[in-house]
C-alpha cells in the first residue's frame, strides 16, 4: 500500500487563547494539509477569526492577549523569537474580511511588499506585480488603470486585489478571514473560483460563516464552537456523515 | 510586459528568491523607540519643568522685605510694588485686587459668552441647513484663530467709544470706556468659539436614535432639542462652559488694552463700570519694570504660580467632566454585586434568599425583590448618622457664607428684604414638602399597622415643626432689628433654641426609625421610593434656608459684641474671607449630597433619578449661584431682584403656550443669538480694514478684489465652486468692504495712502512713525520658521509615540493630562516659564533664540495631540494590512499611516504657526524689541545674530497703541497680521477639505 504521507504546513498543538480574562480559544489540535483548502466554519464568535489569526501573529497587537501551547509553521514554533514575526508573515499571508486596500495606486498596492523586502528596482517590481495580479484573475480589468487609485475600484475587485498583494511575496500559506462576507454573489463566485486554482500552488485556510461555501471549495473541515474544535476532517466526511452530534445540528440548520 | 515567457520565469523565481532570502534588519528598533519614548513623554517633563522655575522664581518671595505673608498677599488689597525702588517707602504686594479681578472678568466674559455660545451651538447643531452650518461653524473657528492683540485693538479703537457713547450720564463720572464691562464683551467673543465648538460636539455625537424617537411620538423640533438633545449633552456644554472659562481666564493682551488697569478695589454695587485689573495683565505690564532679583520680580512669579494653579484646577475639572461623558456612553462593564445589607444584629443578602427575621416578626419567610431591597437600603443607610455630622457643617458654612454677602455687598436693608421675602416663600416650600413626606410615610404606618411606628412618625412631624417655626421666628427677628433691637435679641435667642430642638428631634426621629426598621424590615415599594425623593428635595430646600439662619445669627453676634474689631477685620481681609467661605460652602453642600449619592448608588435603577437631578441641582446652586452673586456685586440688587423672577415667570409663562408657538420664539431667539455672533466677526473685519486703508492704500484692497475676481471666475470654472470655501468668502467680503468704504468715505483715501505697498518692503523708520514693517514681518517670519522647524519633528515623533507604542496605563493617562493641561494654559505663564529658564537660567538672554524655545514648550502639546489623534484615526484595516505583508510596526507607520494622517497633520502644524505669529504675551516677556537695528536675518551673513532681540508683528501692534499713541499704524500692521493670520487658515480649511476627500 502506498504510504501517502500527509505534509502539515501548519499544526496547532493543544493551543490556548485569552483575551484578558476570556478564553477565546481552548486547547485547539488541528493540523493543516500542504496544498488543500481547508476551511474553518462555527456560529459568529465561535473563535474562528481569532484561530487563523494566530496562525500569523496578528493578534500580537491586541495588548491583554495571553496563550497556551504551540503552533508549528514546517516544524519551527512560531512563538519561538528565532522565527520572526517578520519573517512568518512573510510565509503566511492574511486576506482580510473588508478589503483593504492602501490608497494607493493599484500598481503600488501590490508594488509594497517587494518594496519593503527589498526588490527596488522597476523592472523585477513590474515583473512581480504583473504576474500577480494574473494570479488573482484580475490583470485583464485593470491592465490599463495600474496607475489610479485602488479606493476606486469595485468591492470584489478590491479584495482581488487584496489577493494579488498577498501573493506578491510568494507566501506558502494563504489565510482568508471570510472573504467574501462583504461581497456580492457575482464577486463572491469569482473568488471561489480563484480560490480553488490557487491550491494548485499554495496552502489555504479560509474562515466562513456561510456552510455552503465551505463545502464547495475546501478539501478539509474544521468545525469550531465555542472556541474548541469539535470535529475535524475531510469535508465530504463532515457534511455527510460527522461524528459529533453537535456538527451535525450546525450543519443542518438546527441552530447557528 | 511579458514578451519571453521563459525568461520571464526564471526572473521571476530569481526575485521571489530574493525576496525570501532578504531578512528585515532589526534596525535600531531601540534607538527609534526610545527617541519616541522621548518625545512622547516630553509633556511631563514640559510641566514638570514649568512648575519647578516658575516655583523657583516664586519662593524668594517668601523672604521679601516687606513681610508680607503669602495669606497677606492674596488677601489684602494694595498693590504698589513700585515704592520698593523709592528709598523711604516699602513696596505693598498686596494682591486680592488683582486676583479678584481675574475672577470678576472671568464671570462676566461668561455672562456674555454661555447665552451666544450655546444658543449658537443649537443653531448650528439642530437649526441651521448644511450649507450655512458649515459656513458658521468655519466662521466661528476663524474667530478662533484671530490673535488676542488684534482683539485688543478692535477693543480699544471700537469697543470703548461705542460704550462711552451708549452710556452718557456715566461719561460724567469719570467713565472712559475701559472697564469690566469692555473685558468681558471682549473675552466673551474670545471665549466664544470654544463655547461654540465644544458644545456644538456634544450636541452633535448625541445618539440620533433620541431624537428619532422623540420626533416619532409627535414632538416639535424644538421640544425634541430642548427636552431630549440638550439634557443629554449637558455634560458636554458644561465642559464647553468650563474651558470657555480658562481661556478668559489666561487672556492677557486683550484685557491689558480694555480693562482699565487700575488698582484700586472695585466697589459694588454697578462695578461693571469699574476699572480693574487682572493677574495676566499686572505681569504683562509689570514685567519689563521690575528689577531683576528683586521682591517685585518675584513677586509676579508668585502670580504666575497662582494663575498656573487655578487653570490646572479649570481643566482638571472639565476633563474629569469630559471622561464622564465617555463613560456614559461607552460605560465600564458592571461587576455583579454582592454582598451583605446590613452589618448589625441580622446580616441579610442581596438576592431571592429568605432573610432571617427575629421570632416575632410578621414577615419571616417574605422573599424580598430588588425594589424593596433597595428602599431599606436606603432607610436602612447611614443617612441617619451623617445628618447630624452634615447639619453641624452646613450651620457652620453658612454663616461664613453670609459673612461673605456681607463682605461683598453693602450692607443694605433693602437687600435683606428680598432675601428675606426668598426665604419666606423657601420656608413654605419646605413645609409643603415635609407634608407630602410624611403623608407618604403615613401611608406605609396604615398598611402595616405596626406599634411603635407611629410614636418616631409623631416626633418627625414634631422636629419639622419647630424647624419651619424658628425660621420664621429669625427672620421676623431680622425685620425689627432696625426697630427694635431687646426685641430681635429675644426673638433671635428663642428662634435658635426652638431650631436646635426642631433638628434634634428630627434626629432622634430618623435615628429611630432606622433601628426600628432593622428589626422589622417592612414590605415597602413605591411610596418609599417617591418618600425618599422628596426627602432629597426637602433637604436641599432646608439647606438654603439654613444658610439664612447662620447668617442671622452672625449679623446680631457682629453688631451685639460691639466691637469694630471683627469687622474691621472683615473689611480688610474680604476677598480672602470670601473665597474661603464659598470654598467652604462648596464643599459642605458637595459632601453633604455625596453622601446621599453614596446610598443613592446601591439604589435599584427606579432611584438613580434622583442623583441625576441632584447632580443637576448641584450645578445649578453653583452656576446661577455664583452669577447672581456676581450680578449683585456688578450690577445691583435691582436688577437681580427683577432678572431671577422674570427668568421664573417667563419659563412658567412658556408652559403655557403650544408647542408651535415655543418653537417660534425659541428659534427667533437662536437666530438672534447666531446672527449677532456673525455681525460681530463682520464688524471685527470691517474696521481692520478700514485702519489698514489709511496706510496701505486702497491699492491693497484693489489687489484682494482682483484676486477674489480671478479665483471665482477659476472655480467657476473648474465647477469646484463652494460656499465653504473660505478663502472665496473672504475674498467677498473684502470686496464688499472696499465698496462700502469706497462710498462712505469718497475723498478720504488716496490710491496708495500713505505708505502703499512699500509698507510690507521698507524697514522701518524714527521709531515707528514713518517706513514701513520689513522689519517686523523678517522677525516673525523666522520665529514661525525655526519654532516649526524644532516642534514639528519632536510632536510628530511624539504624537507617533502616543498612538501606537505606548501601553494604556497610568502613564499613559498622565501624558494625556499633562498635555491637556499644557493646552489650557495661559500664553502668559509660558513666558514668565521662558524668562525663569532660558533667558536667565540657561542665560539666553533675552532673544531670538528664547523666544523660538519657549513658542515651542507653548505649541508643541497641540502638534502632540492631533498627530495622535490622526494616526489613530487611521482605519486599523490599512495598518493590518500593512502588518500581514511581513512589516515592521515602524515601516507601517511610516509607509501606510503617516501619509494618510499627513492631511490632518498639517491642519493642526498650521494652526500652531497662525499661534505662534500672533501671539504676544510670551514673546513680549523673553524675545520682543521694539527698536533695533536692521538685519534680513539670525545669520553670520547678514549680520544677526540668534542671540538678539527681534522684531515682531504683535510686538509692534502693542507698542504702537500704547507707547507710542499711533493707532492707525497699529491697525495697518493689526491687518497685516490678520491676513497672515488668515492665510494660514485659509490653507488649513483647505487641506481639511483634501483630506475628508481621501478618506472617502
Known amino acids: 500500500m502506498r504510504n501517502i504521507q500527509k505534509e502539515y504546513v501548519i499544526e496547532c498543538e493543544n493551543f490556548s487563547f485569552w483575551y484578558g480574562n476570556i478564553q477565546a480559544l481552548k486547547d485547539i489540535n488541528l493540523k493543516i494539509v500542504k496544498n488543500k483548502v481547508t476551511a474553518i466554519i462555527g456560529p459568529s464568535g465561535c473563535g474562528k477569526s481569532t484561530l487563523i489569526r494566530s496562525f500569523n501573529r496578528m493578534n500580537d497587537i491586541y495588548e491583554n492577549a495571553k496563550y497556551s501551547g504551540t503552533i508549528k509553521f514546517n516544524g519551527h514554533n512560531i512563538f519561538n523569537s528565532n522565527l520572526g514575526v517578520t519573517e512568518l508573515r512573510k510565509q503566511v499571508g492574511m486576506i482580510f474580511q473588508k478589503p483593504n486596500p492602501f490608497p494607493m495606486s493599484v500598481w503600488e498596492n501590490v508594488a509594497y511588499g517587494p518594496k519593503i523586502h527589498g526588490i527596488y528596482e522597476k523592472k523585477q517590481l513590474n515583473i512581480i506585480v504583473e504576474h500577480s495580479i494574473q494570479l488573482s484573475a484580475l490583470w485583464d480589468e485593470v491592465k490599463e488603470r495600474l496607475g489610479e487609485s485602488a479606493i476606486a475600484l469595485s468591492g470584489g475587485q478590491q479584495q482581488r486585489l487584496c489577493i494579488a498583494r498577498a501573493l506578491s511575496i510568494q507566501p506558502e500559506v494563504l489565510l482568508f478571514d471570510e472573504p467574501t462576507s462583504s461581497l456580492d454573489p457575482i464577486a463572491t463566485g469569482k473568488i471561489e473560483n480563484l480560490i480553488i486554482e490557487l491550491k494548485k500552488r499554495f496552502t489555504i485556510v479560509i474562515v466562513t460563516h456561510n456552510m455552503q461555501q465551505a463545502a464547495r471549495i475546501s478539501d478539509y473541515t474544521a468545525f469550531l464552537y465555542l472556541g474548541e474544535l469539535i470535529e475535524f476532517g475531510k469535508t465530504r466526511k463532515i457534511f455527510e456523515r460527522p461524528n459529533e452530534d453537535l456538527t451535525e445540528r450546525y450543519i443542518t440548520g438546527r441552530f447557528g | ?1000
Open chain 2, 1 to 1000: 510586459m511579458m514578451q519571453n515567457p521563459e525568461t520571464d520565469k526564471i526572473q521571476y523565481s530569481e526575485i521571489i528568491e530574493k525576496i525570501q532570502k532578504n531578512r528585515v534588519k532589526p534596525f535600531n528598533q531601540f534607538w527609534i523607540t526610545s527617541i519616541l519614548y522621548l518625545a512622547g513623554i516630553f509633556s511631563i517633563i514640559a510641566v514638570f519643568f514649568i512648575i519647578l522655575f516658575l516655583v523657583r522664581e516664586a519662593i524668594p518671595f517668601i523672604h521679601n522685605e516687606t513681610n508680607y505673608s503669602l495669606w497677606d498677599f492674596v488677601s489684602k488689597v494694595e498693590w504698589h510694588p513700585e515704592w520698593q525702588l523709592q528709598t523711604d517707602r516699602n513696596g505693598l504686594y498686596g494682591a486680592g485686587g488683582i486676583l479678584f479681578g481675574s475672577i470678576l472678568v472671568t464671570l462676566g466674559s461668561m455672562l456674555f459668552a454661555i447665552p451666544f455660545g450655546i444658543g449658537c451651538a443649537i443653531f448650528i447643531a439642530e437649526i441651521a441647513p448644511p450649507k450655512i452650518k458649515i459656513f458658521l461653524k468655519t466662521a466661528v473657528e476663524l474667530l478662533a484663530g484671530i490673535p488676542s492683540i488684534v482683539y485688543g485693538f478692535f477693543g480699544l479703537r471700537i469697543l470703548l467709544p461705542f460704550l462711552i457713547k451708549l452710556f452718557p450720564e456715566r461719561e460724567k463720572m469719570g467713565f472712559a470706556g475701559s472697564s469690566l464691562l469692555a473685558a468681558s464683551i471682549i473675552l466673551g467673543i474670545m471665549a466664544l468659539p470654544t463655547i461654540v465648538s465644544v458644545s456644538e460636539d456634544a450636541l452633535s455625537s448625541a445618539p440620533r436614535e433620541y431624537k428619532e424617537a422623540s420626533l416619532a411620538m409627535g414632538a416639535t423640533k424644538w421640544q425634541t432639542t430642548s427636552k431630549i438633545l440638550i439634557p443629554s449633552s449637558v455634560s458636554g456644554i458644561t465642559a464647553a462652559v468650563i474651558l470657555g472659562m480658562g481661556r478668559a481666564i489666561g487672556e492677557t493682551m486683550a484685557v491689558l488694552l480694555v480693562a482699565g488697569n487700575s488698582l484700586n478695589f472695585p466697589e459694588g454695587p454697578w462695578a461693571i463700570f469699574e476699572r480693574i485689573r487682572t493677574i495676566t495683565a499686572t505681569i504683562a505690564i509689570e514685567q519689563k519694570e521690575s528689577p531683576f532679583g528683586g521682591d517685585w520680580f518675584h513677586s509676579l512669579f508668585v502670580l504666575g504660580v497662582i494663575l498656573f494653579l487655578m487653570t490646572f484646577l479649570i481643566n482638571t475639572i472639565s476633563s474629569v467632566i469630559l471622561k464622564r461623558i465617555n463613560e456614559r456612553f461607552h460605560p465600564p462593564p458592571k461587576e455583579e454585586e454582592i454582598g451583605t445589607l446590613i452589618k448589625g444584629k441580622n446580616t441579610y443578602e442581596i438576592g431571592k434568599q429568605p432573610i432571617n427575621f427575629q421570632e416575632n416578626s410578621i414577615l419571616k419567610e417574605h422573599h424580598f425583590n430588588d425594589n424593596e431591597i433597595a428602599s431599606i437600603q436606603f432607610l436602612f443607610g447611614k443617612f441617619g448618622r451623617k445628618f447630624l455630622i452634615y447639619g453641624l457643617m452646613m450651620a457652620f458654612s453658612f454663616g461664613t457664607f453670609l459673612v461673605a454677602i456681607v463682605t461683598i455687598i453693602n450692607f443694605n436693608f433693602a437687600i435683606f428684604l428680598g432675601i428675606g421675602l426668598i426665604a419666606i416663600g423657601a420656608l413654605i416650600g419646605q413645609c409643603i414638602v415635609q407634608i407630602i413626606l410624611l403623608d407618604s410615610i403615613k401611608q406605609i404606618n396604615l398598611r402595616l399597622k405596626i406599634a411603635n411606628f407611629n410614636a418616631f412618625f409623631k416626633s418627625l412631624v414634631f422636629g419639622s415643626i419647630f424647624v419651619s417655626f424658628a425660621f420664621l421666628m429669625l427672620i421676623f427677628a431680622i425685620f425689627l432689628f432696625q426697630v427694635n433691637l431687646t426685641l430681635t435679641i429675644v426673638l433671635a435667642c428663642t428662634a435658635t433654641i426652638i431650631l436646635v430642638c426642631g433638628l434634634g428631634f428630627e434626629f432622634y426621629s430618623w435615628l429611630k426609625i432606622r433601628e426600628f426598621l432593622l428589626v422589622n424590615p417592612i414590605v415597602i415599594k413605591r411610596k418609599a421610593i417617591e418618600g425618599s425623593k422628596l426627602m432629597y428635595i426637602s433637604s436641599i430646600v432646608r439647606l438654603v434656608l439654613v444658610f439664612f439662619v447662620a447668617f442671622f445669627c452672625i449679623m446680631i453676634i457682629i453688631s451685639l459684641t460691639g466691637s469694630n474689631e471683627l469687622l474691621t477685620w472683615l473689611d480688610y481681609n474680604r476677598v480672602i474671607v470670601s473665597i474661603g467661605i464659598l470654598l467652604l460652602m462648596i464643599i459642605t453642600v458637595s459632601s453633604y449630597l455625596t453622601g446621599a449619592f453614596r446610598l443613592g448608588r446601591s439604589f435599584a435603577p427606579a432611584l438613580t433619578e434622583n442623583q441625576r437631578s441632584i447632580k443637576k441641582l448641584i450645578l445649578q446652586i453653583l452656576f446661577i449661584g455664583s452669577f447672581a452673586l456676581f450680578s449683585l456685586y456688578a450690577f445691583n440688587w435691582i436688577v437681580v431682584i427683577i432678572i431671577f423672577p422674570c427668568m421664573i415667570i417667563i419659563s412658567i409663562f412658556t408652559k403655557k403656550l403650544t408647542p408651535k408657538i415655543n418653537q417660534i420664539l425659541s428659534y427667533t431667539l437662536i437666530y438672534i443669538l447666531a446672527i449677532s455672533v456673525l455681525t460681530v466677526l463682520s464688524i471685527l473685519t470691517f474696521y481692520i480694514y478700514k485702519d489698514g486703508l489709511e496706510i496701505l492704500g486702497i491699492s491693497i484692497l484693489i489687489a484682494i478684489g482682483v484676486l477674489a475676481l480671478i479665483s471665482i471666475i477659476i472655480s467657476l470654472l473648474r465647477q469646484k465652486f463652494r460656499w465653504q470655501n473660505l478663502v472665496v468668502w473672504l475674498i467677498v467680503m473684502s470686496l464688499l468692504t472696499l465698496l462700502t468704504l469706497l462710498i462712505l468715505n469718497k475723498n478720504q483715501w488716496t490710491l496708495s495712502g500713505e505708505e502703499g505697498f512699500s509698507f510690507f518692503f521698507t524697514k522701518m523708520q524714527e521709531s515707528g512713525d514713518s517706513g514701513g514693517i520689513l522689519n517686523q514681518i523678517l522677525g516673525t517670519f523666522w520665529l514661525v520658521l525655526f519654532t516649526m522647524l524644532v516642534a514639528i519633528p519632536i510632536g510628530v515623533y511624539g504624537g507617533i509615540y502616543l498612538a501606537e507604542y505606548s501601553k494604556s496605563g497610568p502613564l499613559l493617562n498622565i501624558i494625556h493630562s499633562a498635555i491637556d493641561n499644557l493646552n489650557g494654559t495661559p500664553s502668559i505663564v509660558f513666558g514668565l516659564f521662558g524668562l525663569s529658564f532660558f533667558v536667565y537660567y540657561l542665560d539666553f538672554k533675552i532673544s531670538l533664540l528664547s523666544g523660538i524655545l519657549t513658542m515651542t514648550i507653548m505649541v508643541l502639546p497641540t502638534i502632540i495631540r492631533i498627530t495622535e489623534e490622526a494616526i489613530k484615526a487611521v482605519p486599523l484595516g490599512l495598518k493590518e494590512g500593512s502588518y500581514a505583508m511581513g512589516t515592521t510596526k515602524w515601516q507601517a507607520i511610516h509607509k501606510i499611516a503617516l501619509p494618510v494622517a499627513r492631511p490632518s497633520i498639517i491642519t493642526g502644524v498650521v494652526i500652531a504657526m497662525g499661534r505662534v505669529a500672533g501671539e504676544t504675551a510670551p514673546i513680549l516677556l523673553v524675545a520682543a524689541a521694539f527698536q533695533k537695528r536692521f538685519v534680513w536675518g539670525p545669520f553670520k551673513i547678514f549680520g544677526g545674530s540668534f542671540m538678539e532681540e527681534v522684531q515682531l508683528l504683535p510686538y509692534h501692534i502693542l507698542d504702537l497703541t500704547t507707547e507710542l499713541q499711533n493707532p492707525v499704524r497699529a491697525g495697518a500692521t493689526a491687518l497685516v497680521l490678520f491676513i497672515f493670520v488668515l492665510i494660514f487658515f485659509a490653507i488649513a480649511t483647505f487641506m481639511r477639505l483634501k483630506y475628508k476627500k481621501i478618506l472617502k
